[in-house]
């Protein structure tokens, strides 16, 4: 209404929000779909459309997504609202996202390239679980509970949309970021459950070690672990949610055998030295029998990065590739203990390459040495 010479507005949320908004105003053009009675709008510059249907995708999807492992998406709208380059970030607000034209309405994602538009869209989306729906005290750990969670979730939108082989080149961009990050650690690495200010950490690492969890649980036991944490803190005020209050919920879903997973991921700085030495084939009957000799071994780091070597007893991938795929056509998880040992597996088609920790689930510093060739015997 007006008055006094003035336009005002009342609004009125339909689920409780933060006292935490964006305003953003230009002469927009607005793409405007729905999903499941949620309207999604797009407003952008009317120039920059190139990936306005690649965003609408990845919201639609998100949605479908989170609303099947986490819950139901609280408002009857979803906006994302372009502005210009002074800064390159996007950031969720209650139903709204201001997302800067440098990191999605401009970007050009080729063929081959990873869709980080999509990506960043799903990110975004999920913060209206992670961040919103649930939010978290101020304390070491907070962005466990919003940013790597988010992480996680876009990563479960990003392989239904574009498999698991796009997640594995994904794995490894994340696992760049994150050994550059520690590397250039002038404070001291804190472990993720207690992330404080340092991105490499909560977004990177994050992400590696929620798909890492999922990889050992599955993922209808970890999302339904968080649906409960979500649900007993949803739109609730203080005291608010600590990571101690996940951790409690993860390890109620994980078996006795598999806790020094939460501790290496959570509650440790661990580090990974796995490596490939060898890998001979041969057939037998309709198969090929693949003989890899691998070698395992484990750190722990403190906060200066001074590293002591634990007993390595683990649960680790073992793959084998044919030639010119990047669809594994054998991926099992074979214990991998200290030191040189050697796995048979077998499989139908002619082998190419084989290693250990192949699609970079676990935080390894020397990548090249997991695969190596596959040499035949006659």
């Known amino acids: 209404w007006r008055r006094g010479g003035r336009r005002w507005f009342h609004y009125r949320a339909d689920a409780p929000v933060l ?57 009857r709208q979803l906006r994302i609202v372009e502005f210009p380059r002074f800064a390159a970030f996007a950031q969720s607000f209650a139903s709204t996202i201001p997302y800067s034209e440098s990191i999605g309405f401009i970007a050009e ?18 913060h209206q679980w992670w961040g919103h729906q649930l939010v978290g005290a101020d304390a070491q750990g907070a962005a466990l509970l919003s940013e790597t969670l988010s992480e996680y979730s876009a990563l479960l939108v990003m392989e239904q949309e574009y498999g ?8 490894r961009h ?35 070690a929620m798909y890492a969890l999922r990889d050992h649980l599955g993922e209808a036991r970890l ?10 803190h949803r739109f609730r005020g203080p005291p608010y949610p600590t990571s101690a209050d996940l951790m409690r919920h993860l390890r109620a879903a994980t078996p006795d055998s598999l806790r020094y997973v ?45 590293e002591t070597e634990v007993a390595m007893d683990d649960r680790v991938d073992v793959g084998v590739f044919a030639a010119g795929e990047e669809e594994p056509v054998y991926l099992r998880k074979h214990r991998l203990r200290s030191g040189a040992q050697t796995v048979r597996v077998r499989v139908r088609e002619r ?28």
């Open 19 to 75: 006292h935490f908004y964006a305003f953003l105003s230009a002469r927009y053009r607005v793409r405007r779909d729905r999903w499941n009675g949620v309207d999604i709008e797009v407003y952008h510059h009317p120039v920059h459309r190139w990936n306005v249907e690649r965003m609408v995708r990845s919201v639609k999807a998100s949605l479908a997504c989170y609303t099947r492992a986490f819950g139901p998406y609280p408002h």
């Open 109 to 126: 994602v080729r063929p081959g390239d990873l869709d980080y538009p999509f990506f960043v869209t799903a990110h975004e989306v999920a």
């Open 164 to 171: 698991r082989a796009q997640i594995g080149r994904f794995l």
């Open 174 to 208: 994340e696992l760049d970021g994150y050994l550059t990050g520690r590397g250039g650690e002038r404070r001291g690495e804190t472990p993720l459950v207690r992330v404080e200010g340092q991105t490499y950490v909560h977004y990177h690492k994050g992400s590696l």
């Open 223 to 232: 999302n339904a672990a968080l649906r409960r944490f979500l649900r007993a």
């Open 262 to 306: 939460l501790d290496d991921l959570f509650e440790h700085v661990t580090l990974h030295a796995n490596r490939a030495r060898a890998a001979t084939a041969w057939r037998e009957g309709g198969e090929w029998v693949v003989e890899l000799r691998l070698e395992g071994r484990k750190v722990r780091a403190d906060s200066l990065g001074r």
């Open 351 to 378: 082998p190419a390459r084989a290693g250990v920790d192949p699609l970079h689930k676990l935080i390894d510093r020397e990548l090249d040495d997991n695969l190596v060739p596959v040499r035949v015997r006659p």
